[in-house]
């Protein structure tokens, strides 16, 4: 018995195993029903009762070591690359997918949405396809402005009187955000908007617009410039400056364009400013109180500003980008310009 148990030892020291089935037979070899350690205990009923003392000890080292060394072998062919029957190894670590990056209207639009929160605004949103009511009507366009021409709007149903159109601007969102809401008010909308206009380097079809809104008691036009001021320097850095120039839309009284201080030159004047040290970055005003009117809202008591953007121009300007179409045209060269950019 003395050499079985010692000759068994060798050979467990010597077993290995490659895949799971290998360590399995192995098992059944040694510990199964008729296995070799198994039988040395039937063997061990019939020896001298007094080597029974010592050889009980042995025996019960040996299951131990065998135990252990079949546990070892199937922990050894689960981890390191099983061969299933079907050729895969399922146990090989998977291909890594390369991580896309953001595109960079989504970086700014995000950038800009984080700008406001911070200043307490809301996002609201609304639908692409709108109607005439919330995209000209409500936000005081006459019957006949030029704005609801076909070869300035993508109409979906013409012919009656509120028809559906892709809209045009996020301004639609303000109109859906009084109706819904009380003042005070504040929030920022951000959103695709449609255009019938040729595709170039400074127009397109589609683009992205970001709208603001604040309505309450006593909202001056004060509050509009500082609000924007802060909003530039948060954008384009400490430093940045703005200026207002009066303009005019249907939806704003008084109404304002907004330049930032030319961040290439810092005002010297470049190719990018067209030498004027400006950029316009936004249009602006006070809420018509027609405005107000048709949403509900009581224009004695309550005043507001609205403000709307172009993402796509905001990007531009902060990356230097030449050319609208690089935004819609999805070249991975392009795209890849910007993965530093992504924030996790
Ligand atoms: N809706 C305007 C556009 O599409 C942008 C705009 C200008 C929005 C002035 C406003 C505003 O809210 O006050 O060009």
């Known amino acids: 018995m003395k050499e079985a148990i010692e000759q068994i030892k060798a050979e467990l020291a010597a077993l290995k195993a490659k895949t799971a089935a290998e360590a399995e037979e192995a098992r059944v070899k040694y510990l199964g029903k008729n296995g070799k350690v198994t039988k040395l205990f039937d063997d061990f009923r019939s020896i001298a009762p007094e080597m029974k003392r010592e050889f009980g000890q042995k025996l019960n080292e040996l299951k131990k070591a065998a135990t252990a060394k079949i546990e070892q072998l199937k922990e050894e062919v689960s981890s390191s ?6 050729g895969n190894d399922l146990s090989m670590p ?27 605004y809301d996002v609201a949103e609304g639908p692409e396809i709108e109607d005439d009511f919330h995209v000209f009507e409500a936000l005081n366009f006459p019957p006949n402005h ?4 076909m070869q300035d709007t993508f109409f979906v149903s013409a012919g009656h009187e509120n028809p559906l159109l892709l809209r045009t601007h996020t301004s639609s969102i303000q109109v859906r955000t009084m109706l819904s809401q009380k003042p005070p008010i504040r929030v920022i909308c951000p959103g695709r908007v449609f255009r019938n206009e040729a595709i170039s380097a400074r127009a397109h079809c589609i683009f992205h617009q970001v709208e603001g809104l ?6 001056t036009f004060a509050d509009l410039k500082q609000a924007i001021l802060l909003f530039a320097r948060e954008m384009f850095g400490p430093d940045a400056n703005i200026r207002m120039r009066p303009s005019y839309f249907p939806f704003t009284e008084p109404s304002s364009e907004v330049d930032v201080s030319c961040n290439i030159c810092h005002g010297e004047g470049c190719n990018i400013c067209k030498g004027s040290g400006w950029l316009e970055i936004l249009g602006c005003g006070m809420v018509d109180p027609n405005v107000l009117k048709a949403c509900g809202i009581d224009p004695n008591v309550y005043s507001g500003f609205a403000f709307g953007m172009g993402i796509e121009r905001i990007a531009m300007l902060k990356w230097q980008v030449n050319d609208l179409r690089h935004y819609f045209e999805n070249d991975i060269r392009f ?10």
Do not use: C, M, N, W
Not at 94 to 113: A, E, K, T
Not at 146 to 149: I, M, N, T
């Open 146 to 149: 030029p704005a609801r021409d």
């Open 81 to 86: 690359g099983e061969v299933e029957a079907s």
């Open 335 to 344: 795209l890849k310009e910007f993965e530093t950019s992504v924030e996790v």
């Open 94 to 120: 998977g291909d890594r997918l390369p991580l896309g990056s953001r595109h960079p209207v989504s970086i700014v639009r995000q950038q800009i949405v984080d700008i406001f929160r911070k200043f307490g």
């Open 214 to 219: 604040y309505v309450d008691k006593g909202v």
